[in-house]
């Protein structure tokens, strides 16, 4: 590459190639590398869905705390979703959203009877109940053989 000339370094010294005013600046990148989110398409959905509970939060504040109607609506909303991979943290499958999210792309968790392998999956609240490891995964035959509950039939496996 050849050397700038001084014209060209003095325009560069005005750019911030940091922080785009359509793109959300470095707060995106902060986020994105907070919560583990690979691709901006997710982190573009996630954001219109904060901006939307946020809007409906601020509703139900204006309501009447007695009126039943507010409190079936904060029940509802509470009953929403969560990423995949903040749900294996807070059940203590992993320490890390980091560790969570390469576990579920490798395929070692499963939802139900379903194996998930995308990270940006989202599990309501009684579905937490069935997040488990997948039944030939390394990692859960290594935590039974530590914890002495591994089966001579999960041997054979």
């Known amino acids: 590459m050849r050397k700038l000339k001084f014209h060209e370094k003095k325009l560069l010294k005005k750019v911030n190639f940091l922080e785009w005013k359509k793109e959300g600046g470095q707060r995106e990148a902060l986020v994105?590398?907070?919560?583990h989110i690979t691709g901006r398409d997710d982190y573009k959905k996630y954001s219109v869905l904060c901006g939307v509970v946020t809007k409906l939060v601020n509703i139900l504040k204006q309501i009447d705390p007695k009126d039943p109607f507010r409190v079936e609506m904060t029940d509802r909303l509470l009953e929403k979703l969560r990423r995949l991979a903040t749900v294996l943290v807070r059940l203590h499958f992993c320490e890390s959203l980091k560790e969570a999210v390469t576990y579920i792309e490798q395929g070692h968790i499963r939802v139900g009877?379903?194996?998930?392998?995308?990270?940006?999956?989202?599990v309501t609240r009684?579905?937490?109940?069935?997040?488990t490891w997948v039944d030939t995964s390394k990692i859960r035959k290594n935590m039974l053989q530590y914890n002495e509950r591994?089966?001579?039939?999960?041997?054979l496996n």
């Open 126 to 131: 009684p579905l937490e109940d069935f997040v």
């Open 113 to 122: 009877p379903d194996t998930v392998t995308d990270p940006a999956f989202l």
């Open 150 to 155: 591994l089966d001579d039939y999960d041997l």
């Open 32 to 35: 994105m590398r907070r919560y």
